[in-house]
C-alpha cells in the first residue's frame, strides 16, 4: 500500500480533480443561469493551477527547468500558499456571499475575508524569506476557520428555511458538506507539517549544487499525510462529481 501510494498518489489526486472538471464543463449549461457557474470556474482553476505547481518535477539538472535549481522557485510552497491557500478561502467567501440569503452573514464573511487577504499580505511580507521554503500554518488555520464559517452559515439558513425539504437536490449543499468534511480532516494536518520536511544530501561524488538529494525526514509520516490526503480529495471531488450531475440548478 505505501509503495502504490508513493508511485499513484499525484496521478489518482489529479485524475479525480481533472474528473470534477471536466464533468463541470459537460454540465455548465445547466448551471450557467446560478451561482454554481462560478465553482465550475473554480473547478477550472483549480486543475489550470495544480497542473502548473508540477513545474517542481522539471526542476532537475537534466530537466527544462534545470535554471531554478539553487533559486527561491525551486519548491512550489510560494505558489501552493497564494492558488490554495490564500485564493481557494477568498473564492469560498465570494461564493458563499453570493448564495447566503441572511444580509447579517453575509457581512460577516465579506469583512473576515478582507481581513484575512490583509492579513496574509502582510504577514508572507514579513516573513518573505520563508515564503519559498515552507507553509504558514496561521495562513492554513484562518482560511479554514473562514471557510467552515461559510458552510455554517449555509446550514443554519438550510435549517431556518423551507429548503431543509429539498436540501438533498441542491448542489450546494453537497458543495458545503464535502468543503466542511475535507477541512475539519486536513487542518489538524498543519500542525504536524514539521516532519513534512526535507533533509538536504549531498552527491557523494560530485559538489554540485545541481545534485543535490532530498529526503524526507520522516516517510512514515509522509505516507500517512498522504493517505489521509487521498481519502478527503477522492471523498470532495467525486462528491463535486455526483453533485454536478444529479442535482437540479437553483435560482439564486
Known sequence: MDEFIRQNYSFITHSIELLAAVIGLLFYKK????AAKYFIYFLVYLTLCDFISMYTRAVRPDRLLSFLIGTVFEKNYWWSTLYWKIGATMFFAFYYYKILKVK???NIIKFNSYIFLLFSVIYIALNWDRFFVRFFPVISILGAIIILLCAVFYFIEILQSDKILTFYKSINFYI????????????PIVFYNIYYTYDIKSSSNLDS??????VYKDWDFVILRRQIYLFANVFMYLTYTFALIWCKPEND
Open 31 to 34: 448551471y450557467k443561469a446560478t
Open 104 to 106: 447579517r452573514f453575509r
Open 176 to 187: 458545503s458538506l464535502a468543503i466542511f468534511i475535507w477541512w475539519i480532516i486536513i487542518t
Open 209 to 214: 549544487v545541481m545534485l543535490k538529494r532530498e
